[in-house]
């Protein structure tokens, strides 16, 4: 099927071809479908980074598909320690390694309007694990919790250290996303489950979100061992476009045979 290449979708992959990757078709196919779709429902729009992790290098996949300057300044990605590469996207080791997403959420999202989505594959080793997230001294906090030895695949904290919202299943790997629309309220959705609560908000993070393990106050901790394939940093969006947004960034992994 001929198309024409989006044009954001068009930069994205010079960007890689930019970083010595040879371009297929399938990597064409995977940047057009995810941000033309994302742009088809509005979450494009909402966002202030988006990961797609393509090309299967540290370079290719640095980049803030959003702002394809190589800077800190547009929230591309730098890294910590061990982080393997590999055309399944990004993993850490477990112990060490992470990246910086260079993004402080005080200076780029709103309090009371702020999302956050990944996708990750692989039931994660450990107790508790991290695969994104950060927090600081005054309150603020962005928390997923993972734990492989219960049925709670993800439990959230955004800027409130209670209550956590859990979603309760074995199966631990897909599309999470998770968000806070109002000063009390906080979702979480993952496979088309919903889970929602009152927290009341106190402060915004001020800290720079990792991904792959959890900021703790400019150090690293719960370090994660899953492959992470897709992130975004964006406002807070409706039900509806959650579970748009997960079946695009699904079927865009199965274009790159990595679901």
Do not use: C
């Not at 797609?52 to 300044?73: E, I, M, P, Q, Y």
């Not at 990004?90 to 992470?98: P, S």
């Not at 631990?172 to 309220?185: E, L, P, V």
């Not at 792959?212 to 409706?238: D, E, M, V």
Request: aromatic share 10%; net charge positive; no cysteine.
């Amino acid at each position: 099927m001929k198309y024409i290449l989006d044009v954001d979708a068009s930069k994205v992959i010079e960007a890689v071809r930019s970083t010595g990757v040879t371009i297929t078709p399938a990597m064409m196919h995977y940047a057009h479908y995810l941000i033309s779709n994302m742009k088809n429902i509005g979450t494009w729009q909402l966002s202030s980074a988006v990961y797609g992790f393509v090309g299967g290098t540290a370079d290719s996949h640095k980049w803030n598909w959003k702002d394809l300057r190589d800077l800190d300044a547009a929230f591309r990605l730098t890294y910590g320690g061990t982080v393997t590469h590999s055309a399944n996207g990004m993993q850490g080791n477990g112990t060490t390694g992470y990246a910086n997403t260079n993004l402080n959420p005080s200076l780029v999202v709103s309090l009371n309007n702020q999302g956050y989505d990944f996708y990750i594959k692989d039931n994660i080793q450990g107790i508790v694990n991290s695969p994104f997230g950060a927090d600081d001294t005054t309150g603020g906090i962005i928390r997923p919790i993972i734990n492989t030895n219960t049925t709670t695949a993800l439990a959230i904290r955004i800027s409130s250290n209670v209550p956590s919202l859990s979603v309760l299943t074995n199966d631990k790997t897909g599309f999470y996303s998770f968000q806070r629309t109002s000063s009390t309220n906080v979702e979480l959705y993952f496979k088309n489950i919903k889970s929602s609560n009152s927290a009341v908000s106190t402060a915004l993070v001020n800290q720079n979100i990792f991904i792959g393990a959890y900021n703790a106050n400019g150090n690293p901790l719960n370090f994660s061992t899953s492959t992470i394939k897709f992130s975004t940093i964006r406002q807070s969006i409706t039900e509806s476009q959650s579970l748009q947004q997960s079946q695009i960034v699904t079927n865009a992994q199965a274009i790159l045979n990595r679901l």
